[in-house]
């Protein structure tokens, strides 16, 4: 064996290496009604696709309508497309509405619900207003605990269902310019323990997962430079970029009868970023 340092695995050699594998397939999604949040783009875009390709009835909430529409076209030709329902998710009188008419149109209450809608925006500690941590923190946090509260009762008329939330890797690696971001992605996990120890006796399983560095178009536009990209493959245990499809993958699990014992706690997909 030669003792020569390994070269560095630059970002296209990892995508050169990235192996063929197959998604898993769960029957115990076939039919389920699923709502996701954000749905439109990005990560909740892999969410929606996935969850219909096991043939699921998703229901999808995004204020962006062209993104939005854009997917469901895409998606129109499956044997159960995907429907979009705009909505903004920080008002809490249309987030109501927007469950109540979703359980008539698929046909009963959600069974899963994911709270997927986020804005990662970077921000100056020193330039955060009070107007800007509320908006922030609605956009963020809050919205989650009430989508919860309005697919809760139904879930639990039926004797369980599936709450999963997304959380973030940002505060646990301390990063900067999301002081406000990472203190909303911190309280949803302290939230999800609340939420599985309220609702685990009805049956409701509330998880959260929590991505890493994701390739979505967003974050490669706005922040993920050539330069960002080799420093976050050098942090990462895995030398490859995350994807979208890698995140959509541990969700379905999560809702699955598979982990029909897994609640109230946090599950990562990050390739090891430390």
């Known amino acids: 064996m030669s003792s020569a340092a390994a070269p560095a695995l630059s970002l296209a050699d990892s ?25 439109g783009s990005g990560i909740g875009a892999s969410i929606v696709e996935a969850f219909a390709r096991q043939g ?46 979703l359980a008539q149109e698929c046909g009963g209450p959600m069974e899963v619900l994911v709270n997927n809608a986020a804005c990662d925006d970077r921000h100056s500690f020193d330039h955060v207003t009070p107007q800007y941590w509320e908006e922030s923190v609605a956009v963020n946090l809050r919205h989650l605990f009430f989508c919860a509260q309005a697919v809760t009762p139904g879930m639990k008329a039926a004797g369980g269902g599936a709450i999963i939330n997304f959380g973030s890797v940002s505060w646990h690696l301390a990063l900067s310019g999301l002081s406000v971001y990472q203190t909303a992605k911190a309280g949803i996990e302290g939230m999800t323990r609340a939420m599985a120890r309220e609702l685990g006796e009805y049956g409701i399983r509330v998880t959260c997962v929590i991505p890493g560095a994701v390739r979505t178009a967003r974050q490669m536009r706005l922040w993920h430079t050539p330069d960002e ?46």
């Open 15 to 39: 995508r050169a290496r990235k192996p063929a594998f197959t998604r898993g397939v769960y029957p115990s999604l076939r039919g389920k009604r699923v709502a996701v949040t954000g749905g």
């Open 56 to 101: 699921a009835v998703v229901a999808y909430l995004d204020n962006s309508i062209e993104a939005s529409r854009a997917l469901e076209r895409s998606l129109s030709t499956l044997d159960v497309p995907p429907r979009f329902h705009a909505c903004d998710l920080r008002d809490l009188e249309c987030v109501r509405e927007t469950f109540a008419r």
């Open 229 to 274: 990209e080799a420093r976050i493959l050098a942090q990462q245990c895995l030398k490859a970029r995350v994807e979208p499809e890698d995140v959509a993958s541990l969700v379905l699990f999560l809702a699955s009868d598979d982990a029909r014992m897994c609640t109230a706690h946090e599950y990562f997909v990050d390739a090891g970023w430390r």
